[in-house]
């Protein structure tokens, strides 16, 4: 993947993560930012986000988990996890 479609993808999903509250893999989507802005990103670092127990593919974004999003949404984005799509929501409010 070229790197400025993987700097992308990794805003996406910051940006998705950031949105439903879900700070631990938020935070490591803009380590690895960083990381790739200074050129110090190794690719395999991104791959391993994705495999064994633990990982991004166990990630469900849902409220019951403490995510701030509307139980409708919880099926789409966390299909958007998976298919790397675009958070549709992004300018509703959080709730207090």
């Known amino acids: 993947m070229p790197e400025g479609e ?56 849902d409220p019951f988990n403490g995510h701030t999003i509307e139980p409708a949404a919880s099926s789409w984005t966390s299909r958007a996890l998976i298919l790397g799509a675009r958070s549709p929501g992004r300018s509703r409010p959080r709730p207090a």
């Open 6 to 61: 993987l700097r992308q993808v990794l805003v996406e999903l910051r940006d998705l993560l950031d949105d439903a509250d879900e700070q631990f893999w938020a935070g490591w989507a803009r380590d690895r930012l960083v990381a790739l802005d200074s050129g110090a990103l190794d690719p395999r670092e991104v791959r391993r986000a994705f495999g064994g127990m633990g990982s991004l593919n166990d990630l469900l974004l």
